[in-house]
């Protein structure tokens, strides 16, 4: 299947959140698309997009454009799919990176035609423990390469190293775990160099490792998974989900208002 091909059959369909261009997709798409991309090894990258993503946009040029460039941006967050579908977008879906990931998996665990997995960020322990636990829970499917970068800036050297790392591992589908708005710009600044579907999943690798817990179901389905995480981290996340929460509220109001 060819470039051209893809594109004509993935022919997007966009809203704008707050001026950022968010995809109108369902799971099924979603995981197809990850699928045709990952096996062609293109370089393109996927934004999952919540409200704290979206309200930082407004004051951060270099992830403004990061988000935008994506090949795909999903709607993280309950409150993201709720006003979508106050746009007409009556059947959005919450596509969120832990849940993407996880169901990927099973697909590719499924059948055999799924591309191989690299992994791309956290903690060496959280590594360790991720690859153990996906290996147990999806014995098919392929883990290719895993790296935990370094808190700084990584060299020229160093980028280099790791890019060839992951092509020369055949990875068609890069997991990356770095937090936002860093893993945004490090997808986007790798596009064109390597050969693979990269998707920023925030703190999926620490859900899926168990090194931190997620909130219980309820609370996902309710909109409330952010308040379980500022309650887990108040001093850290206070004022990303306080304020950032305030400002999204706003700025909705003003949006609706504006189209009515």
């Not at 879906?93 to 191989?116: F, H, K, T, V």
């Not at 990584?154 to 990356?176: M, R, T």
Request: proline fraction near 4%; include cysteine.
């Amino acid at each position: 299947m060819s470039e051209v091909e893809v594109d004509l059959i993935f022919n997007r369909k966009k809203v704008s959140v707050l001026g950022v261009f968010i995809d109108v997709l369902d799971w099924d798409l979603v995981l197809h698309k990850i699928k045709v991309w990952g096996s062609l090894r293109d370089s393109r990258y996927v934004c999952i997009c919540n409200v704290h993503s979206i309200v930082t946009t407004s004051s951060d040029i270099e992830f403004y454009n990061a988000v935008k460039n994506a090949d795909m941006a999903t709607p993280d967050g309950a409150p993201i799919a709720w006003f979508m579908r106050m746009l007409d977008c009556t059947r959005q879906q919450r596509i969120n990176g832990p849940d993407l990931m996880w169901r990927y998996c099973l697909e590719a665990n499924r059948q055999d035609d799924w591309p191989s997995i690299y992994l791309y960020g956290s903690r060496e322990e959280t590594l360790s423990i991720l690859q153990q636990r996906l290996a147990d829970q999806f014995p098919k499917l392929s883990i290719v390469g895993a790296y935990s970068p370094p808190f700084r800036a990584l060299n020229s050297n160093e980028e280099l190293n790791i890019i060839n790392d992951i092509n020369d591992s055949g990875a068609g589908v890069i997991w990356v775990s770095l937090g936002c708005p860093k893993q945004e710009k490090w997808m986007a600044a790798q596009q064109g160099k390597v050969r693979g579907v990269m998707i920023g999943v925030g703190a999926a690798f620490d859900y899926h490792a168990g090194t931190v817990v997620r909130a219980p179901l309820w609370m996902q389905y309710s909109g409330l998974e952010w308040l379980h995480r500022l309650c887990s981290e108040p001093r850290r996340l206070w004022r990303r989900y306080l304020v950032t929460n305030t400002i999204f509220i706003i700025k909705v109001i003003k949006q609706l208002l504006k189209n009515n």
